[in-house]
Every structure is written in structure tokens, then in C-alpha cells.
T-cell receptor, first 111, second 115 residues
């Protein structure tokens, strides 16, 4: 059973546009929700993370929106740039337990 | 601080052989997790070690095993390799699962090809 469901599988956005990636989770015990960015040939790198006590967190052009009642969270990339082209993974975890990852979204930003 | 390092970066093996992969976590990190990444399956959790003890385990056969040493370095072993084991194996370390900053930091991975 997929604990974290991620959509879309792939996304093409024009430069300057907004990229939105969505994730949904099942287990209400999850208390940490990070997003990772992965470039080809590299390991995933932490982009931004949120805990369920806040509904939004912003770091530069990247924003996480969190809806606890709907058990959903999303990543918004404002003013998307070609350098943002990568695969993005959402994840969820709870104290002392493993991380559960979404299946990834391949983002392509067209110049 | 140096990041997570994994060795070797690339491996080519044949079916039936066994392989050992190594991971050195960020200094001070006590938790090490291993993942298998394939194009079709994404990141699949293998196991997590904390203070030399396996604390969590994913749904992989017993051919996949691991261990952690007192200096937090970890090794992962796959015996009787199958073609389907070809993947990128990622190691991630964190300060302490459940700690306020329990972010996982990933290494570059070991690309295993089974022929």
C-alpha cells in the first residue's frame, strides 16, 4: 500500500510559471513532511520541509502548503527556472520510523 | 561538514554473485537508512540502522542485509544477485530519528548493474 501518493508523474512548465506538485498521505501519525530535489546522477537533496502545526512554509521561490484535514500537501515553485528541471519527491515520516516517499515528479521548465 | 559518502559509486556484477556497499554518514549522525531507487518503483526503503541496531525494515527479501558499526558507518550486502537488483542504492543519514531536525541527507548513491 502506497503510504504517500504523488502527482503528477511529470510536469512541463514555461519559464516564469508556477510549478505545483501534490502529495496525499494516509497515516495521520506522520509528523514531518519534506520535499527532495534530485538531479540526474545525484542523490536527493532536501529542498524544504514542514510539520503539521503550520499550514504553509516558504523558502525563497519554494512554498509548501499543508492541509491537515485533507491529509494533503503540495510544493509550489514560483517563477520556475530551467535550472529547476529535476525530479521532485515528497516524503512523510513519524518519530523513530522510516521515511515514506512518493513516486516522484519529473519537472521540465522550458526556456 | 563532509556529506554522506558512498563507495563504490559504480559496480557491475553478474547474477549469483554477492555485493557489499558502504556508506559513511555525516559526522555526528547516528541513523543510516538505505533505499533502492529504480525508474519504475521510485525510492524503496530497505532498512534503517540506529546505534548499530536495525530499527526499521522494508519489504525486501532476506538476500538484502545490512549492518552498522560503532562509528555509525554502515554496509549493505546483497547475496545471490538477480537481474532485478540493478538499481541505484542510496544511503541517507540523519542526526536522530524524531529529533527536531530529523532531516535525512542522502549520499550520491551506488549504481549497481547486474548482468
Amino acid at each position: 500500500q502506497q503510504q504517500v501518493k504523488q502527482s503528477p508523474q511529470s510536469l512541463i512548465v514555461q519559464k516564469g510559471g508556477i510549478s505545483i506538485i501534490n502529495c496525499a498521505y494516509e497515516n495521520t501519525a506522520f509528523d514531518y513532511f519534506p520535499w527532495y530535489q534530485q538531479f540526474p546522477g545525484k542523490g536527493p537533496a532536501l529542498l524544504i520541509a514542514i510539520r503539521p502545526d503550520v499550514s504553509e512554509k516558504k523558502e525563497g521561490r519554494f512554498t509548501i502548503s499543508f492541509n491537515k484535514s485533507a491529509k494533503q500537501f503540495s510544493l509550489h515553485i514560483m517563477d520556475s527556472q530551467p535550472g529547476d528541471s529535476a525530479t521532485y519527491f515528497c516524503a512523510a515520516s513519524m518519530y523513530g520510523n522510516q521515511f515514506y516517499f512518493g513516486t516522484g515528479t519529473s519537472l521540465t521548465v522550458i526556456p | 561538514k563532509a556529506g554522506v559518502t558512498q563507495t563504490p559509486r559504480y559496480l557491475i556484477k553478474t547474477r549469483g554473485q554477492q555485493v557489499t556497499l558502504s556508506c559513511s554518514p555525516i559526522s555526528g549522525h547516528r541513523s543510516v537508512s538505505w533505499y533502492q531507487q529504480t525508474p519504475g518503483q521510485g525510492l524503496q526503503f530497505l532498512f534503517e540502522y540506529f546505534s548499530e541496531t536495525q530499527r526499521n525494515k522494508g519489504n525486501f527479501p532476506g538476500r538484502f542485509s545490512g549492518r552498522q558499526f560503532s562509528n555509525s558507518r554502515s554496509e549493505m550486502n546483497v547475496s545471490t544477485l538477480e537481474l532485478g537488483d540493478s538499481a541505484l542504492y542510496l544511503c541517507a543519514s540523519s542526526l536522530d530519528p524524531g529529533h527536531d531536525t530529523d532531516t535525512q541527507y542522502f549520499g550520491p548513491g551506488t549504481r549497481l548493474t547486474v548482468l
